[in-house]
Every structure is written in structure tokens, then in C-alpha cells.
């Protein structure tokens, strides 16, 4: 069984009309998890096209699922096989910029469920930004690990990690704004 991925989306700069679309998608998701695959890619998960190697190319992992959308807060929840869809986050910035949104700003964070990896992802026009750190380099990079030695083969959550990777990301949140300001 593949590691679950979540990604958190957050959007800036949404048009009424984007955000409408959002907002449907969290409706139609209570009924329909792959609510997403008729208006960004024009078929439903049960075409006979939406296979493994279809996922793998258009989505990046070889599933994917709505988890949560709320308009009110401005996020997105999706959960995944293995890695990060940033396909898919690329297909849904081109869709949401074409409904009026040119400024959008697309930012996500990436969290393998061991965690075997942590990421970052966003966009701003023809601007992407993407890191992603591995286990072996968790102390390195973030200053922290998510579990703790508790005794010779026992480990305890790290109540820290998650304060850690919030800092880590806003770090690079911050990267990527002056990489839009530079650019712009």
C-alpha cells in the first residue's frame, strides 16, 4: 500500500469567479472525491483513459483525492500516493488564473504521512518554486525530526515537528515572495 501524501493549497488573488469554482468543487467533493477530474481534465476517474499511467502524467501520483476545500479559509486538502501532484496544482493555477485570477498565488505544503519527506510548492505567473526534504536530511534543513528515540527500538512523536516545519515553510513562503517581486 502507497504512502498517503497530503498537500495543503492556499490560494491569494482569487477572482469571484475562481473562487466560486472552489467553492463548487467543496460542494460537488462531498458526494465525489475526484469532483476535480470533469472540469480540469474533461472526463470523469471512471473513463477508461484516467489509468495509472494517465495519473502518473497528468495528476504526478497514480491517485488522488479531494479531502477538503473551504472557501471561507481559502485552502484545499488533497491527499495522494507517494509523492506531491504537482501536475495537477499546475493544471488547477492554469484553470483558476483563466477565471479572471491573473494574479493568483498558488502556495502548498507537502507532508508524506511516516514522514518520509517534506515539501513546498507554489506558483505566481510563468514563476514556480518547489523544495522538498528528504528524512536523512531533516536536522540539516529543518532543525528538527519528527520522532524521538524512546528507549533502544521505541520512538515518540516529536511534539516540536510540527512548529518546525511551519517555520521551515514560512522560511520559504518568504523565498518565493521576493523570488515574485524580483521576477515581477
Not at 64 to 92: K, Q, T
Not at 108 to 124: C, K, L, Q, S, W
Request: one cysteine or more.
Amino acid at each position: 500500500m502507497a504512502n498517503n501524501v497530503t498537500t495543503h493549497i492556499t490560494f491569494e488573488n482569487l477572482s469571484p469567479k475562481a473562487k466560486d469554482f472552489l467553492a463548487s468543487l467543496s460542494e460537488k467533493r462531498k458526494e465525489d472525491e475526484y469532483c476535480y477530474m470533469i472540469p480540469l481534465y474533461g472526463m470523469d476517474v471512471n473513463d477508461e483513459k484516467a489509468n495509472y499511467d494517465w495519473f502518473c502524467e497528468n495528476i504526478g501520483p497514480k491517485w488522488m483525492y479531494l479531502e477538503d476545500v473551504d472557501m471561507d479559509i481559502g485552502y484545499m486538502n488533497c491527499v495522494s500516493a507517494w509523492s506531491a501532484p504537482v501536475p495537477f496544482m499546475d493544471r488547477l493555477y492554469e484553470y483558476l488564473v483563466s477565471l479572471d485570477s491573473p494574479d493568483l498565488i498558488l502556495w502548498a505544503t507537502i507532508e508524506d504521512e511516516m514522514p518520509n519527506f517534506v515539501g513546498v510548492y507554489g506558483r505566481h505567473g510563468e514563476d514556480s518554486y518547489q523544495d522538498e526534504i528528504v528524512e536523512d536530511f531533516y536536522q540539516e534543513e529543518i532543525g528538527d525530526v519528527p520522532f524521538i528515540a524512546d528507549g533502544e527500538d521505541d520512538f515518540e512523536f516529536n511534539d516540536n515537528w510540527p512548529e518546525a516545519v511551519s517555520t521551515w515553510s514560512d522560511n520559504h513562503y518568504s523565498l518565493f515572495l521576493n523570488e515574485i517581486k524580483t521576477n515581477g
